[in-house]
């Protein structure tokens, strides 16, 4: 099935000059949502501040959440390294590898 139907594409790819184009860009993340997304995100983080060390599951959750964000921002900043978070991308590296030592310290279990 897929080789008729790329017999049948291929013509229609390589004799159209935009189609090489339009489909790299179709692969090109949209940055400016995904900034966007991210930075609603960040303004729904919990903050490690407020959970009590002493109730673990709170703790384990915040810190998972925020190792999640951080990792996502990573992403980011690597396929969209014009983003307004370029600058703090470090700054976001650094929390995330001490949060992720915090979450094995805790002996936290992933949930998502």
């Given amino acids: 099935m897929h080789v008729c139907v790329m017999r ?12 090489v184009g339009m489909a790299g860009a179709a692969l090109l993340p949209d940055c400016k949502s995904q900034e966007a997304k991210l930075v609603k995100e960040e303004a729904e983080l919990p903050r490690l501040e407020v959970a009590s060390p002493a109730d673990r599951p709170v703790t384990c959750i ?12 990573k992403t980011h900043v690597a396929h969209c390294p014009v983003s307004g978070y370029a600058p703090s ?6 929390t ?15 949930t998502f």
């Fill in 96 to 110: 995330r590898i001490d949060y992720a030592r915090r979450f094995i310290e805790n002996r936290c279990q992933r």
């Fill in 89 to 94: 991308a470090a700054s976001w590296e650094a």
């Fill in 62 to 73: 915040t810190l998972e959440t925020i190792i999640a964000f951080a990792s996502r921002l």
């Fill in 8 to 19: 049948l594409l291929a013509p229609l790819l390589i004799g159209s000059p935009g189609a």
